[in-house]
């Protein structure tokens, strides 16, 4: 099928300063976005969502951004903290679809 | 809070053995997944269940069977464990189709 990649598998950050993350996706026909969050030893949790009728929606430090023009998401996250280590995944759903597909992820690392 | 529960955290198993994996949530959902993760490939699914006693076949299903006799448990079989199925297994669940997934804590296979 149609896939959802990353551009950066890994990603250094201090601590304050604001990250961003970002997601391709090559299926025009989704309709549904996910961002999903995993630390280490723990199963993905969700972060933030989007539908393809908006370009942006906001959370408490987090925003995400859709582009639907080149087919880009982004995952910003404001002050950066040390617990937002993790591994970011992006995951769509296309509207004839059932299931998540998920991309590959990237890494955060945040440094003091 | 939905609790997605997988029965084991660590397993060890030798090839040619059966390996069962087990999935309960309490939030009375519907839909219910299995996926399993590996490094630089990201969550890729294996199988679906939308209902009791009803599944479908995700990405990689081959190797693979599920179980679903009752809404709160989804099992993962592995009828002859091979090494190349040595991996983490996420399950989740959600109440609308695809939408929120709320995952497990995974459990990591090793076949020898």
């Known amino acids: 099928g149609e896939s959802v990649g990353l551009h950066l598998p890994t990603l250094s950050v201090q601590e304050g300063d604001n990250s961003i993350i970002n997601c391709a996706y090559s299926?025009?026909?989704?309709?549904?976005f996910i961002w999903y969050k995993q630390e280490s030893g723990k199963g993905p949790q969700f972060i933030i969502d989007?539908?393809?009728?908006?370009d942006k929606r906001q959370g408490q430090r987090v925003t995400v951004l859709l582009n639907k023009t080149v087919k880009h998401l982004s995952l910003q996250i404001a002050a950066t903290q040390p617990g937002d280590s993790a591994v970011y995944f992006c995951a769509e759903i296309p509207n004839s679809g059932y299931a998540l597909n998920f991309g590959k992820g990237t890494s955060l690392l945040v440094t003091p | 809070d939905v609790k997605v529960t997988q029965s084991s955290r660590y397993l060890v198993k030798r090839t040619g053995e059966k390996v069962f994996l087990e999935c309960v949530q309490d939030?009375?959902?519907?839909?219910m997944f299995w996926y399993r993760q590996d490094p630089g490939l990201g969550l890729r699914l294996i199988y679906f269940?939308?209902?009791?006693?009803?599944?479908e076949k995700g990405d990689i299903p081959e190797g693979y069977s599920v179980s679903r006799e009752k809404k709160e448990r989804f099992s993962l079989i592995l009828e002859s464990a091979s090494t190349n199925q040595t991996s983490m297994y996420l399950c989740?669940?959600?109440?609308f189709g695809a939408g929120e997934l709320f995952f497990g804590e995974g459990s990591r296979l090793t076949v020898l």
């Open positions: 989740a669940s959600s109440f």
């Open positions: 299926n025009s026909a989704s309709d549904y």
């Open positions: 989007i539908r393809s009728n908006m």
């Open positions: 269940s939308y209902d009791v006693k009803m599944k």
């Open positions: 939030m009375d959902h519907e839909n």
